[in-house]
């Protein structure tokens, strides 16, 4: 345990009290005695069960996709690296090349949640037969090992002798190993948790154990250093592995494995979040909060705390998702949100919801459960195709779309995460303690507690109406106090419980919930009135967007369907993006009024359910027809989420501002063939980016690569219609001396010796046409000249 006692003694005892007091006044975050009083306990998959209604349709749309993908294609990697004979080949797209299976570790999960919430055969034969083959894979390896990292016993061999070489998104020249077996440790882990599989226990036993045996002879310093490189949540899984064993060598691993450049600023309440890779972080932070619960720690505890207060509070859209083109952006500054078709991405909120509900289960407050049925609603059901598709980006760009993954084309990461969203919307229904029982979201549904001896079936078709129904099934008459979250989008005096048709008086506790404790019989029914009211939401930075909601609802109108390129995605690198045409800022409709009595003017259509007009006060006057309803009902279509609000005054001056921002990015973007931001950490990775020693970082908030000897990037040129390479450098920065290649000619060479000021420019370098394959790649080279350094490129675009 000395590694324990080490990373404790970090802060002196006067900081750590000191630190207590400011989070105890700031957050009202509870004591410990008080925590461990509101923690509460969730119950078994397999206890409530979804009864018709949106999320029991998204269930089984999501359960006909599971059953579409090949096992044999997603294990194949597995099979290959530990030298076995395969049945079939690789899925293409991320399952080729590079994150060779990821995706495996998802469908373990994904159907480990989904026969828990089902117990549907089918789904349970395919845990059993891809557990089998996997066992066969880590009896072949011989050393617990078990994964599809191409190329992973001897790029593991290398980093458990030292030989450590990290990326943000590479280890060793490998795309994120340490991520991509994050995935396969959790669903063994999920595996065991939700079926009872003793077989997905063993291999998750000896699978750590191998990563005992990894970092044996690492020092702290050096496993720091990987932690450079994506790696999920490993922290997490080590912790719950000493749950599942006592073996405190897996405790010390989840405190190795927790990265001390993002836990420390945490604990210390500061926000160091700007320009970070969101989903990097997301899940180092559920491994926190998973530390605290099961080793009482009160830094881990408060960084968690702290983190989720910070990204809910400062840095999330009205659908409870996150991140500019992976990003997070600027907590100030929004505009990167409303100009991006890179939006939040649905991982980001995936694993938000993981870490919303550990901190409900250590502090049981009902202030969590309104983040996650916000993000629930708006963009975790959103991110589904009826049809069956998973989204990865969903625009907050006024007028644009989404695009949709297919199951045979289609393996990004939110199609691993998307797999498994849909397979567990009853894990947080209900939860219990004690003599207490919690109703914590409105959905219909089926509770079966039977240490108690009791159901209760909850009957609603909330939103669409405004109350639920709760019918108590008990053999014998129980004393039960009945907790029901009162929401913080409902009026206090609107809010009534009614049992048996009679209303009663119940007090609010503390953590969010109206108590009935009392003695009840079979057929005892509960009635809750649940009004919602029309508002506005303003975008975090308090900039002129308002996105309109009712109640946890976000409301959004559909725009149109022309031009949606790519709207069910191919196995191409970038086909996760929406690349059709993005119409101009200024051309979006406007709200005219006041943004604090617009909401009081929306009207329902008649004769339509969740439908509502603007007619009154939207512009211009051709706009009036758009209606607004519920954004995850709304597919295949362009819509708006944010709308600009302006009054009549200041409409001209409103949409005079957006002209001057947009028409040059507008004219920039039908000129560009391809597009990389260097330093980020998914377009480097979609542009194949190679490099020799090179440094990334942010500046201004925005993000750039250098290097004193070289880097690349392959950009796509499918058209042939590329004509010169365009890159964005900084003012100031001067002394630098470099070469621009094109397929290997330079085609520039450059040298910064003037001071332009405190700005971001561009300069355009022509490519010679005998450079060119027709339809082929592109490789831009940066080369640095003898004793000195490439500029910092802050952006390299392929102009036509």
Known sequence: METLVLYRMKMSVYKKICLLLTLGLIFNQPDEASAQEQAKLLFQPQQVKLLPGVFKEAEQTDLKYILALDADRLLAPYLKEAGLKTNASNYPNWESTGLHGHMAGHYLSALSLMYASTGDKRVGDKIQYVLTRLKSCQDANKNGYLGGVPGGAAMWTHVANGNIK?????????????????????????????????????????????????????????????????????????????????????????????????????????????????????????????????????????????????????????????????????????????????????????????????????????????????????????????????????????????????????????????????????????????????????????????????KVTQTTQFPESEETSLLINAKKPVQLALHIRKPNWVAADGFKVLVNNQLIAASQSADGYIKINRLWKNGDQVKVLLPMHLELAQMPDKSAYYAVLKGPIVLAAKTGNDDLAGLYADDSRMGHIAKGKQYDLQDAPVLIGDANTISKQITQINGKQSAYSMAAFIYPKSKSTLELIPFYKIHDSRYMIYWPVATEKGLEELKGRLAADEDEKLKVAANTVDVVFPGEQQPEVDHQFKSDQSNSGTFKNKHWRSSNTWFSYELNNKENLAKAVQITYYGKETGRSFKILVNGKVVAEVKLTTDLGDVFYSRTYPIAKELLESGKTINIRFEADKNSETASIYEVRLLK
């Open 166 to 454: 990290a990326g943000s998104f590479d280890l060793n020249k490998k795309w994120v190993p340490l991520y991509n077996i994050h995935k396969i440790y959790g669903g063994l882990r999920d595996a065991w948790l939700y079926t009872d599989n003793t077989l997905a226990k063993a291999m998750l036993i000896d699978f750590s154990n191998w990563f005992v045996w990894l970092t044996a002879k690492l020092t702290d310093e050096q496993i720091q250093k990987m932690l450079i490189s994506e790696h999920g949540g490993l922290n997490e899984v080590f912790a719950d592995v000493y749950a599942i064993t006592k073996d405190k060598r897996m405790l010390k691993l989840a405190y190795q494995f927790s990265d001390q450049r993002i836990l420390n600023p945490l604990v210390k309440q500061k926000d160091k979040l700007n320009g970070l890779h969101a989903n990097t972080q997301i899940p180092k932070v559920i491994g926190f909060e998973r530390i605290a619960m099961l080793n009482h720690d009160k830094d881990y505890q408060q960084a968690a705390h702290f983190f989720w207060q910070t990204v809910v509070g400062n840095r999330t859209t009205a659908i409870g998702g996150n991140s500019v083109r992976e990003h997070f952006n600027p907590s100030d500054d929004f505009s990167t949100m409303i100009s991006s078709v890179e939006g939040p991405e649905t991982c980001n909120s995936y694993n938000m919801l993981k870490l919303t509900k550990l901190l409900y289960e250590a502090e049981g407050a009902a202030s969590y459960l309104d983040y996650y049925e916000r993000t629930l609603y708006n963009h975790i059901l959103s991110s589904q195709n009826p049809h069956g598709g998973f989204v990865y980006f969903t625009p907050m760009r006024p007028n644009h779309y989404r695009v949709y993954s297919q199951a045979q084309t289609s393996f990004w990461c939110c199609v691993g995460s998307g797999i498994e969203n849909h397979a567990k919307y009853n894990e947080l229904i209900y939860a219990h303690k004690d003599n207490a029982l919690f109703v914590n979201l409105f959905i219909p549904s089926t509770l079966d507690w039977k240490e108690k001896g009791i």
